[in-house]
């Protein structure tokens, strides 16, 4: 038992000091990317909507503006419509030549949606909230900075796991060792903090690090999933579904055949075709999903003719399926509504205590060490 808490202690100690830094970062920066969108309108003002329109604008006449306006941008765009009355419009266009050396920097556009005006126009990563966001999920490393990131996270739910084993009290003890009290004394104190942190943030800390690790590691994941439930392939859909120089139907017919599949479901985004003739993708929000900014109910319609080429319904989901539809809203507490991201926003700065309070009962135990030891040698020398 002893050989078994020694090893664990160790466990616990050189993952916090060695990666705590790193459960800090993705904890802070997570904390401000729940309200990221909130955040960037308080940054910038021009992009908040101070008139709602009556009605939004239809997504073909969002489209004819974005076209108006970049006419040399003939590749696709998605247009995402808003979250609320007083939010804008979004657009993004996925291939900008500016940005052409970087994995992802998409242009992207906020507009007013009573008079289609951008009121705002930038790359993706060249503004403080997106930065961040690669920052969280990349380290500003690519693909290698989310791998990176995938494996911080298991090690701070193997880091969690093994502090609660360590703290684990006796049965006649735990009522007692739950009680959210702080002694006295600069070492007593720092211990409580450490201890109550960890425990009463376990269960949303356990859930941030395994979503926050799936997310980042999404192959892996599907593989691990796919093992212990049937996941549904990713329909593998072609391009150059336009011959040249023939018309493609419009957003609003692709829109309303999405919405016939599923009548009353709230129009999300939609993804044009671009030149190559790729499919039209149109995602839609049915109540009970667990994200409405990304829902999973999906649609994808000929640009050419209006057929359906695949469709893809939560509702029908097996439990993989609806494991991995969960893991981006709970990661960011969306799932739980406003409540869920107060919870997750607060839950991202308790790495920052634990550690900080970590460091401090490890000074303190050295210190200790170093005490006993001293009047060790002092005891031996008298003799």
């Given at each position: 038992m002893r050989r078994a808490r020694r090893f664990w202690l160790a466990v616990h100690l050189y993952l916090g000091l060695a990666l705590g830094g790193g459960f800090v970062?993705?904890?802070?920066?997570?904390?401000?990317?729940v309200f990221y969108l909130d955040l960037d309108s308080l940054l910038n003002p021009a992009i908040r909507v101070g008139h709602p329109p009556a009605a939004l604008p239809s997504p073909e006449a969002v489209?004819?503006?974005?076209?108006?306006?970049?006419?040399?941008?003939?590749?696709p765009w998605r247009i995402e419509?808003?979250?609320?009355?007083?939010?804008?419009?979004?657009?993004?266009?996925?291939?900008?030549?500016?940005?052409?050396?970087?994995?992802?920097?998409?242009?992207?556009?906020t507009l007013d949606p009573g008079s289609l005006a951008v009121t705002s126009e930038r790359f993706w990563g060249d503004y403080a909230l997106t930065w961040l966001f690669d920052l969280h999920y990349t380290l500003l490393l690519d693909k290698p900075g989310r791998t990176a990131v995938g494996i911080v996270g298991l090690a701070m739910l193997v880091s969690l796991l093994s502090g609660l084993c360590l703290w684990w009290p006796s049965p006649a003890r735990l009522l007692a060792a739950l009680r959210p009290?702080?002694?006295?004394?600069?070492?007593?104190?720092?211990?409580?903090?450490?201890?109550?942190?960890?425990?009463?943030?376990m269960g949303v800390l356990v859930v941030?690090?395994?979503?926050?690790?799936?997310?980042?590691?999404?192959?892996?994941?599907?593989?691990?999933?796919?093992?212990?439930?049937?996941?549904?392939?990713?329909?593998a859909l072609a391009s150059g579904l336009i011959a040249d120089g023939a018309p493609a139907i419009s957003l609003d017919a692709?829109?309303?055949?999405?919405?016939?599949?599923?009548?009353?479901?709230?129009?999300?985004?939609?993804?044009?075709?671009?030149?190559?003739?790729?499919?039209?993708?149109i995602r839609l929000y049915q109540p009970g999903e667990p994200g409405r900014r990304f829902p999973r109910t999906q649609v994808?319609?000929?640009?050419?003719?209006?057929?359906?080429?695949?469709?893809?319904?939560?509702?029908?989901?097996?439990?993989?399926?609806?494991?991995?539809?969960?893991?981006?809203?709970?990661?960011?507490?969306?799932?739980?509504?406003?409540?869920?991201?107060?919870?997750?926003?607060?839950?991202?700065?308790?790495?920052?205590?634990?550690f900080v309070t970590g460091c401090l009962r490890w000074c303190h135990k050295r210190r200790a060490r170093r005490a006993t030891a001293s009047r060790r040698v002092t005891s031996s020398g008298r003799i």
């Open positions: 970062l993705l904890g802070l920066t997570g904390s401000v990317l489209f004819g503006q974005l076209r108006a306006l970049y006419p040399a941008r003939d590749g419509m808003p979250l609320a009355a007083d939010a804008p419009l979004m657009a993004r266009y996925y291939t900008p030549p500016e940005t052409a050396g970087r994995s992802f920097a998409p242009l992207m556009l009290v702080l002694r006295s004394g600069g070492v007593r104190k720092t211990y409580d903090m450490h201890v109550l942190g960890g425990v009463y943030g941030l690090a395994l979503t926050g690790s799936a997310l980042a590691l999404p192959d892996t994941t599907r593989e691990l999933v796919g093992r212990l439930s049937d996941l549904r392939e990713r329909p692709a829109v309303h055949i999405a919405q016939t599949r599923f009548p009353g479901a709230e129009l999300r985004w939609i993804e044009t075709p671009g030149a190559a003739g790729r499919p039209m993708a994808w319609v000929d640009p050419a003719s209006g057929g359906v080429l695949a469709v893809h319904d939560p509702v029908g989901n097996t439990g993989g399926e609806t494991f991995m539809d969960w893991l981006h809203p709970l990661h960011n507490g969306e799932a739980l509504g406003p409540v869920g991201r107060w919870v997750a926003c607060l839950a991202g700065l308790l790495p920052g205590l634990l």
